[in-house]
């Protein structure tokens, strides 16, 4: 429903798509890919908490879910640090 | 760091559902600090010597410093994945609040709060024409119903990794007993936030000033019913009212407080004009205007001010670097304020450096500086900016 007229009235040319959306990349297909990482990522995290809470009806100690979620992405999003 | 709700209306997530959310947080963690430093040493190193080298100086303004970074590879994966984050934002939370919409109804009916629409009141452009902080629908998905507060609830939890505090009312907290120790003598009586949303930072007035009437309104009807739900369960008495703040029902000289958090950045010049100038015409003489808001432009760095202007072109908030732009004490002044009257502060988040943290910005005792990186950046250490004046 974004209205591209309600855009910044100091918007530089092509920072958006033709549909309104923000464009990052020489090629537009890297922002799509971006997206992509982050949603599998997401799904695999989920997976992720689904194993710990069978360990740990199984006897495994409860873990700072928080604390191992962000070892977890800070392991997987490692190669865009110092971009 | 996730954040349970403090209310009957939190989600009833499945196990999925709390992990979607908890993945995201933690993913704003990473881009609003570690990716957030990689864009500023991309900056320093990379973006700023180019722009000096074609136009013989640095950047000067929040625009230039985005001319220099636009292309800049930490630039691009930063921006890129921020945006990414903001849609997983709501989309954690949809599937919840749709499923849940049955028992978000029940709920409320059984506290129905102090609440009064105007089914023909005409919602303005800026609050239904765009998707606001990216959020489909903004503040009108759903009509008049719950959905649009649920969300915005539910959401701003994730989005807010935890720095908003369980009840996201920091900002509301941090800067109601700041000004409640900055001025003891001062006791209100009537109080209005214009602008509430879902009131999260309206109820802090009323902890504040038990005594005071406090009056929350908004343009959108669907949060504002879903507020005035929410702040009965938490036994605060608390009147909202669709109603648009440019265009007050109140009587002149009629309130001792005017309050707003994050919301004059989202109008545009002209309404955000008349809201000031509507603040001072329902002001008692002696009473306080006070807005919690994005620090200015014209007080920070060009780098740390395009960073918070980063959201006015990638986050739908298209009146944000137009706010940002302006100076405070000239459009109080513009608005009836006397200049000498003006004032603005730093108050440090109540909920990461504690109580003893405002008392000491409210007397004086650690003044804050408006342009330093942590004010109005969420992320580790923020600090909150505002600023006021009073009427005479």
């Known amino acids: ?83 | 760091m996730t954040v349970e709700l403090q209310h009957p209306m939190k989600a009833d997530a499945t196990a999925e559902e709390v992990a979607r959310g908890r993945f995201v947080s933690g993913m704003r963690g990473l881009i609003l600090n570690d990716l957030a430093a990689d864009m500023r040493d991309g900056y320093e190193k990379r973006a700023e010597p180019a722009f000096r080298k074609e136009h013989g100086r640095a950047p000067e303004t929040s625009r230039e410093a985005h001319q220099a970074l636009r292309g800049d590879p930490a630039f691009n994966i930063y921006s890129a994945m921020r945006v990414q984050a903001q849609k997983m934002v709501w989309a954690s939370v949809a599937d919840g609040v749709a499923r849940e919409s049955d028992r978000l109804a029940a709920e409320a009916a059984n506290a129905p709060g102090s609440l009064a629409l105007n089914p023909d009141l005409e919602v303005p452009r800026n609050v239904h024409a765009v998707d606001v902080h990216l959020m489909p629908g903004s503040y009108v998905r759903g009509g008049d119903g719950l959905e649009a507060g649920a969300v915005y609830d539910r959401g701003l939890a994730i989005f807010s990794m935890g720095l908003m505090g369980a009840n996201l009312d920091d900002i509301g907290l941090s800067m109601a007993n700041y000004i409640k120790l900055r001025f003891p003598d001062f006791a209100p009586k009537r109080i209005l936030d214009t602008g509430c949303t879902i009131g999260h930072n309206t109820l802090p007035w009323k902890l504040a000033y038990p005594d005071a009437e406090v009056i929350a309104i908004d343009a959108a009807p669907g949060p504002l019913a879903y507020g005035a739900a929410r702040a009965r369960m938490q036994d605060q008495d608390v009147h909202f009212e669709q109603m648009l703040a440019d265009d007050l029902k109140f009587d002149d000289n009629s309130m001792d407080v005017v309050w707003s958090s994050m919301f004059l950045h989202e109008l545009s010049k002209k309404q955000r004009a008349k809201v000031l100038s509507e603040a001072y015409r329902v002001l008692k003489p002696g009473g306080l205007m006070v807005h919690m808001e994005l620090p200015p432009n014209g007080e920070m760095s060009a780098f740390d001010g395009f960073y918070l202007d980063w959201d006015s072109y990638y986050n739908n908030e298209p009146y944000y670097k137009g706010f940002r732009d302006e100076n405070p004490p000239e459009i109080c002044a513009k608005a009836g304020f006397a200049e000498e009257d003006f004032f603005q502060f730093v108050v440090p988040s109540i909920g990461i450096y504690g109580e003893d943290a405002v008392a000491k910005a409210a007397t004086g005792d650690a003044q804050e500086a408006v342009g330093q990186e942590t004010v109005g950046r969420l992320a580790d250490g923020v600090m909150w900016f505002g600023f006021g004046a009073w009427k005479r």
């Open chain 1, 1 to 83: 429903m974004s209205d591209k007229l309600l855009q910044p009235e100091d918007s530089p040319p092509g920072l958006y798509d033709e549909n309104g959306n923000a464009r990052f990349f020489a090629d537009p297909a890297m922002d799509r890919f971006v997206a992509v990482v982050m949603n599998l990522a997401q799904e695999v995290w989920v997976q992720e908490e689904r194993l710990l809470a069978l360990e740990e009806d199984k006897g495994r100690a409860p873990v700072n879910r928080d604390a191992v979620a962000k070892e977890f992405i800070d392991r997987v999003f490692a190669p865009v640090r110092g971009a």
